[in-house]
């Protein structure tokens, strides 16, 4: 059964939620845009159906936040509900509804960022996990963490100085560049430290986006793979308790061992994903190979 | 802006005084600052708007500095909630989080600095009509609460009490019909606007009931006439204001 972080949403019936839901968290140029645009198409060419999400991109808000940051005086206050407002919105009309239909739900950025924000803003942290507690638990966070003296040049390089991504509302009257350091400092410190409360997966963004890619391919593929190695083990027990099991249950089951039969001819899984098998054995794929129905 | 330039001295800078009010999110003492905060409340129809605006007329014949702040009129805001409420986009979480976003507009924009800097405020419905609304629409009560930890404490909140039935006649002599959202349309409570509007307004009244104590709402019954209301209402604001002398612009 799935969990919000605290409070249940009316009407949000979590009951029957199979997708998964991945985030993507990190500070700006930490590279979560070119990861998400690497990831989806690869896991759709895995057969997994993917609804991709980020910070204001809902139907209801999302207009109103751009045109709200075009000027320079939207409050930390009214900035962090704003937000709000937009992530609720995605959350009831596209997250949830996307998890029960059991695609696999990739966020670019998620609550984590939002309370890094406002709580660097100087508001106060339990007031903003209050808002958040009604978020549905992700099943994975990975965090592409950047230090302050990568992050600065990527920024500031690519794309040069926002406004926003400067901090310049918390640190007015300072130029851009110094407001931009401090601002993303302290931004660090908080993923940091959230890191450690929310149990992020870290990953060093500072390597090239094609190792992170990989790193991101064989955590993902313990994730979707454990998931389907807990079926195979029930169907199992079942089967020696003589218990009986609906032929579509069977039927999908088989499918699934199919599907990732296939992912292990890719390139990347085989080794690393031995090594990172959780059940202790040191060979994930071991179980799936011999509980494999012989259909 | 209605007060003087002098008031303004104390600056609008409101960001200390946000940190001051969200962290202390939970125990809303009334703010320390010189203004002074007076707000209405009650079900649409209770006559809350008309006894604002003579009041208003009557703190400003008197010298006051005087500004009034309605719900939902955040110029960076009420778009996005119009939007919403034109296209039925809301769900009772999103309803309660856009109006709380406009708020907090008002909040950091007007309300904050204008108390800092002097002024009597004015608001035409205040958190509570959050508190009742989104819980009638199934929000958490005391998720809502926390949303709205930043607000300030008003000097006085006046409540006006009417009968559902008094208060809908009044509105039905007014216009011709109920708003969707208004009349709790969204909650599917009946298909009929004006049977939608007596139940959900039927709740939102229970959970004003319970604000009264809550909050130490000040009610006023507002089934006498309207005169009567007034002369309450502004005896309790002067008792308020009477030491505040500095709040008087010169003429």
């Known amino acids: 059964m799935r969990e919000t972080y605290g409070k249940l949403l009316p009407g949000m019936d979590l009951s029957h939620v199979s997708g998964k839901l991945i985030v993507i968290e990190g ?13 989806k198409p690869w896991l759709e060419e895995l057969g997994h159906a993917v609804l991709d999400t980020g910070m204001t991109r809902s139907t209801l808000a999302g207009d ?31 997250i949830v509804p996307a998890l029960r239909a059991g695609f696999i739900v990739l966020t670019d950025r998620y609550v984590y960022s939002l309370m890094a924000r406002a709580m660097v803003r100087g508001t106060d942290p339990q007031w903003i996990r209050s808002i958040y507690s009604v978020a549905l638990k992700p099943d994975a966070v990975f965090y592409l963490r950047l230090g302050i003296e990568q992050l600065v040049p990527r920024v500031v390089f690519s794309r040069g100085f926002d406004y926003w991504e400067s901090g310049m509302d918390l640190y007015p009257g300072q130029d851009m560049y110094d407001s931009f350091c401090n601002y993303q400092a302290a931004l660090l410190a908080e993923f940091d430290r959230l890191s450690e409360e929310f149990k992020f997966e870290t990953v060093d963004a500072a390597a090239d986006a ?22 195979f083990l029930s169907m199992l027990a079942m089967r020696a308790a003589g218990g009986f099991m609906p032929k579509a249950e069977e039927d999908a089951i088989a499918a699934a061992a199919r599907k990732h039969s296939v ?23 071991g179980a799936i190979q011999h509980l494999k129905p012989s259909a | 802006m209605g007060i003087s330039p002098g008031m303004q001295s104390g600056g609008f800078e409101a960001g200390a005084a946000i940190r001051a009010a969200t962290s202390t999110a939970k125990k809303r003492g009334e703010h320390q600052f010189p203004g002074k905060l007076f707000v209405v409340e009650g079900i649409d129809g209770s006559g809350k708007s008309t006894q604002l605006s003579l009041l208003h ?21 009420k778009d996005t909630t119009k939007l919403g409420k034109k296209k039925k986009l809301l769900t009772p979480a999103t309803f309660s989080l856009i109006h709380s976003t406009d708020f907090a507009d008002r909040t950091e924009r007007s309300i904050l600095p204008l108390l800092k800097a002097g002024a009597v405020v004015l608001c035409d419905r205040y958190m509570y009509t959050a508190f009742a609304r989104d819980v009638a629409r199934g929000m958490d ?12 404490q008003p000097t006085v909140a006046f409540y006006f009490r009417v009968p559902l039935e008094t208060a809908i006649g009044r509105l039905l002599d007014a216009r011709d019909g109920f708003k969707f959202y208004e009349a709790g349309m969204d909650l599917g409570l009946s298909d009929d606007p004006e049977e939608s509007f007596r139940l959900f307004q039927g709740r939102i009244i229970e959970e004003y009931e319970k604000m009264i104590p809550e909050f130490g709402l ?22 308020h204001i009477s030491d505040a002398v500095e709040l008087r612009m010169q003429p």
Do not use: C
Not at chain 2, 57 to 77: A, D, Q
Not at chain 2, 141 to 152: C, I, N, S
């Open chain 2, 218 to 239: 000040t009610v006023i019954d507002a089934t006498l006439p309207i005169e009567i209301q007034q002369t309450r209402v502004r005896q309790i604001v002067k008792s």
């Open chain 1, 210 to 231: 094609r190792s992170v890619f990989s790193q991101l391919k064989v955590k993902i593929l313990a994730l979707l793979e454990n998931d389907s190695r807990k079926q």
């Open chain 2, 57 to 77: 007329k009557w703190l400003e014949s008197r010298g006051y500095g005087v500004v009034f702040s309605e719900w939902n009129s955040s110029p960076l805001v």
């Open chain 1, 27 to 39: 500070t700006d140029g930490a590279g979560r845009t070119t990861q998400m645009e690497l990831l």
């Open chain 2, 141 to 152: 009560r005391e998720w809502v609460r926390d949303l709205y930890g930043f607000a300030v």
């Open chain 1, 64 to 94: 109103g936040i751009r045109r709200a940051k075009e000027g320079v005086n939207l409050g930390r206050v009214t900035q962090s509900l704003f937000y709000a407002t937009d992530f609720v919105d995605r959350l009831e009309n596209e």
């Open chain 1, 263 to 285: 992912t292990r001819d890719l390139e990347l899984v085989s080794q690393p994903f031995a090594a990172h098998a959780p059940n202790g054995n040191g060979n994930g794929h």
